[in-house]
Protein backbone atom coordinates (compact mmCIF):
# COMPACT_ATOMS: atom_id res chain seq x y z
CA UNK A 1 0.00 0.00 0.00
CA UNK A 2 3.01 2.41 0.11
CA UNK A 3 2.73 3.58 -3.86
CA UNK A 4 -0.33 4.54 -2.85
CA UNK A 5 -0.22 8.58 -1.75
CA UNK A 6 -1.89 9.68 1.22
CA UNK A 7 -4.03 12.12 -1.02
CA UNK A 8 -5.24 9.34 -2.83
CA UNK A 9 -5.53 7.03 -0.10
CA UNK A 10 -7.90 10.27 1.06
CA UNK A 11 -9.99 10.58 -1.84
CA UNK A 12 -10.67 7.02 -1.64
CA UNK A 13 -12.10 7.14 1.52
CA UNK A 14 -13.78 9.79 1.24
CA UNK A 15 -15.66 8.22 -1.95
CA UNK A 16 -16.49 5.81 -0.03
CA UNK A 17 -18.36 7.73 2.72
CA UNK A 18 -20.74 9.22 0.12
CA UNK A 19 -21.92 6.01 -1.16
CA UNK A 20 -24.07 3.73 1.06
CA UNK A 21 -25.57 0.49 0.88
CA UNK A 22 -24.91 -2.51 -2.08
CA UNK A 23 -22.86 0.67 -4.49
CA UNK A 24 -21.05 1.57 -0.85
CA UNK A 25 -19.97 -2.53 -0.88
CA UNK A 26 -19.01 -2.42 -4.96
CA UNK A 27 -17.14 0.44 -4.79
CA UNK A 28 -14.80 -0.73 -1.55
CA UNK A 29 -14.81 -4.31 -3.12
CA UNK A 30 -13.28 -3.15 -6.52
CA UNK A 31 -10.91 -0.78 -4.34
CA UNK A 32 -10.06 -4.08 -2.17
CA UNK A 33 -9.58 -5.85 -5.34
CA UNK A 34 -7.57 -4.02 -7.52
CA UNK A 35 -4.85 -2.00 -5.18
CA UNK A 36 -5.30 -4.36 -1.84
CA UNK A 37 -4.87 -8.33 -4.03
CA UNK A 38 -8.64 -8.87 -2.24
CA UNK A 39 -7.25 -8.79 1.17
CA UNK A 40 -10.14 -7.84 3.15
CA UNK A 41 -8.05 -7.20 6.35
CA UNK A 42 -5.43 -4.74 4.07
CA UNK A 43 -8.61 -2.90 3.41
CA UNK A 44 -9.42 -2.76 7.15
CA UNK A 45 -6.02 -1.69 8.19
CA UNK A 46 -5.40 0.40 5.47
CA UNK A 47 -8.88 2.76 4.55
CA UNK A 48 -10.79 1.57 7.78
CA UNK A 49 -13.56 -0.18 6.09
CA UNK A 50 -14.83 -3.07 7.84
CA UNK A 51 -13.60 -6.79 6.87
CA UNK A 52 -17.06 -8.22 7.15
CA UNK A 53 -18.45 -5.20 4.54
CA UNK A 54 -15.50 -5.84 2.47
CA UNK A 55 -15.64 -9.52 2.01
CA UNK A 56 -19.98 -8.74 1.63
CA UNK A 57 -19.20 -6.94 -1.26
CA UNK A 58 -16.77 -9.29 -2.81
CA UNK A 59 -19.61 -12.01 -3.00
CA UNK A 60 -21.45 -9.75 -4.11
CA UNK A 61 -19.38 -8.56 -6.77
CA UNK A 62 -18.75 -12.06 -7.52
CA UNK A 63 -22.20 -13.62 -7.51
CA UNK A 64 -23.77 -10.34 -9.20
CA UNK A 65 -26.48 -10.50 -6.23
CA UNK A 66 -27.32 -8.05 -4.34
CA UNK A 67 -27.62 -8.84 -0.39
CA UNK A 68 -30.96 -6.66 0.54
CA UNK A 69 -30.22 -4.37 3.54
CA UNK A 70 -32.88 -4.91 6.39
CA UNK A 71 -32.57 -1.16 7.93
CA UNK A 72 -36.19 -1.60 9.73
CA UNK A 73 -34.45 -4.42 11.86
CA UNK A 74 -31.94 -1.64 13.02
CA UNK A 75 -32.23 0.12 16.77
CA UNK A 76 -34.28 -0.46 19.30
CA UNK A 77 -38.34 -1.25 19.12
CA UNK A 78 -40.88 1.27 20.03
CA UNK A 79 -41.85 -0.02 23.84
CA UNK A 80 -45.64 -1.31 23.03
CA UNK A 81 -43.81 -3.61 20.52
CA UNK A 82 -41.79 -5.12 23.27
CA UNK A 83 -44.86 -4.96 25.78
CA UNK A 84 -47.84 -6.20 23.61
CA UNK A 85 -50.06 -5.79 26.51
CA UNK A 86 -49.34 -2.38 27.74
CA UNK A 87 -51.83 -0.56 25.33
CA UNK A 88 -54.26 -2.45 26.82
CA UNK A 89 -53.54 -1.81 30.10
CA UNK A 90 -52.79 1.79 29.74
CA UNK A 91 -56.31 1.84 28.02
CA UNK A 92 -57.55 0.34 31.44
CA UNK A 93 -56.41 2.66 33.61
CA UNK A 94 -57.33 5.84 31.26
CA UNK A 95 -60.70 5.92 28.66
CA UNK A 96 -60.15 6.83 25.21
CA UNK A 97 -60.99 10.16 25.93
CA UNK A 98 -58.34 10.75 28.36
CA UNK A 99 -60.50 10.48 31.38
CA UNK A 100 -59.26 7.92 34.56
CA UNK A 101 -61.26 5.06 35.58
CA UNK A 102 -62.37 5.60 39.15
CA UNK A 103 -60.30 2.48 40.49
CA UNK A 104 -57.06 4.56 40.27
CA UNK A 105 -58.43 7.77 41.55
CA UNK A 106 -56.13 7.33 44.77
CA UNK A 107 -53.47 7.77 42.94
CA UNK A 108 -53.91 10.53 40.74
CA UNK A 109 -53.63 13.89 42.40
CA UNK A 110 -55.38 17.36 41.81
CA UNK A 111 -57.17 15.33 38.78
CA UNK A 112 -54.49 15.62 36.62
CA UNK A 113 -53.03 12.57 35.07
CA UNK A 114 -49.40 11.92 34.37
CA UNK A 115 -47.08 9.42 32.86
CA UNK A 116 -45.07 8.79 35.64
CA UNK A 117 -48.47 8.38 37.54
CA UNK A 118 -49.66 5.78 35.05
CA UNK A 119 -46.06 4.04 34.87
CA UNK A 120 -46.49 3.80 38.72
CA UNK A 121 -50.35 2.37 38.61
CA UNK A 122 -48.82 -0.21 35.93
CA UNK A 123 -46.18 -1.38 38.19
CA UNK A 124 -48.12 -1.16 41.15
CA UNK A 125 -51.54 -3.11 39.66
CA UNK A 126 -50.23 -4.56 36.51
CA UNK A 127 -47.54 -6.17 37.54
CA UNK A 128 -44.68 -4.33 35.47
CA UNK A 129 -41.36 -4.80 36.92
CA UNK A 130 -39.53 -1.09 37.10
CA UNK A 131 -36.72 -2.31 34.88
CA UNK A 132 -39.28 -3.24 32.33
CA UNK A 133 -41.13 0.02 31.79
CA UNK A 134 -39.16 2.92 30.06
CA UNK A 135 -39.01 6.21 32.46
CA UNK A 136 -40.84 8.84 32.38
CA UNK A 137 -39.90 11.26 29.44
CA UNK A 138 -40.41 7.70 27.27
CA UNK A 139 -44.02 6.68 28.77
CA UNK A 140 -44.85 10.31 28.06
CA UNK A 141 -44.03 9.71 24.03
CA UNK A 142 -45.73 6.28 24.39
CA UNK A 143 -49.15 7.74 25.79
CA UNK A 144 -48.72 10.21 23.34
CA UNK A 145 -48.87 7.48 20.45
CA UNK A 146 -51.45 5.82 21.78
CA UNK A 147 -53.24 8.99 21.45
CA UNK A 148 -53.38 10.44 24.75
CA UNK A 149 -52.90 14.08 25.63
CA UNK A 150 -52.39 15.30 29.57
CA UNK A 151 -52.23 19.48 29.10
CA UNK A 152 -56.02 19.92 28.81
CA UNK A 153 -56.97 16.20 30.85
CA UNK A 154 -59.00 16.12 33.35
CA UNK A 155 -60.29 12.99 35.54
CA UNK A 156 -63.46 11.69 34.73
CA UNK A 157 -66.30 9.54 36.53
CA UNK A 158 -70.10 9.55 36.17
CA UNK A 159 -72.56 10.72 38.60
CA UNK A 160 -75.15 8.60 39.82
CA UNK A 161 -77.58 10.50 37.63
CA UNK A 162 -75.05 9.41 34.79
CA UNK A 163 -73.58 12.64 33.79
CA UNK A 164 -69.54 13.10 33.65
CA UNK A 165 -68.63 15.08 36.82
CA UNK A 166 -66.83 18.67 36.11
Known amino acids: MSDISEAVR???K????KLSGAEKREFIAEVTLELL?????KAEREFGWGRETVKKGMRE???RIRCLDNFAARGNKRTEDKLPRLADDIQEILAPNGCVNPRYFSYFKKNRPAP???RKILVDDF?????????????????HRLGYQFENTRICYER???EPAD
Do not use: C, F, W
Not at 37 to 41: K, L, V
Not at 132 to 138: D, S, Y
Open 61 to 63: LKT
Open 116 to 118: IVV
Open 37 to 41: DGNAR
Open 160 to 162: KGG
Open 127 to 143: GYDEDQLPNQHTMGLVL
Open 10 to 12: SIL
Open 14 to 17: NAAK
